[in-house]
């Protein structure tokens, strides 16, 4: 069974860091490339980042680019999502998910995020 469990959301003040970890189980963790999602409050979904299944290549949204850095531990079966200089507008429910096939997607549950004074 494919288990994607995140960690390490918060409260934290503009300008912080957090760190976020999808531990994952169930598949072929090296094979995949991985990515981070989030929901904001009463808004859709936003792609936020994603890495090649060894690590190599790493792309982000805009919004993010020099504050986020993603990273995994292939050994570990582990994704991660430094974020630092966090904004309010970076509150939001973070989902790590991969895509197995053309038509399946698998998510976590996802972790919340909340950047406020």
């Known amino acids: 069974e494919v288990q994607l469990v995140e960690s390490g959301g918060g409260l934290v003040q503009p300008a912080g860091s957090l760190r976020l970890s999808c531990a994952a189980s169930g598949f072929t963790f090296n094979r995949y490339a991985m990515s981070w999602v989030r929901q904001a409050p009463g808004k859709g979904l936003e792609w936020v980042s994603s890495?090649?299944?060894?690590?190599?290549?790493?792309t982000y949204v805009d919004s993010v680019k020099g504050r986020f850095t993603i990273s995994r531990d292939n050994a570990k079966n582990t994704l991660y999502l430094q974020m630092n200089g966090l904004k309010p507008e970076d509150t939001a429910v973070y989902y790590c998910?991969?895509?197995?096939?053309?038509?399946?997607?698998?998510w976590g549950q996802g972790t919340q995020v909340t950047v406020s004074s």
């Open positions: 998910n991969y895509i197995a096939t053309i038509t399946q997607i698998y």
């Open positions: 890495i090649h299944s060894d690590g190599a290549d790493t």
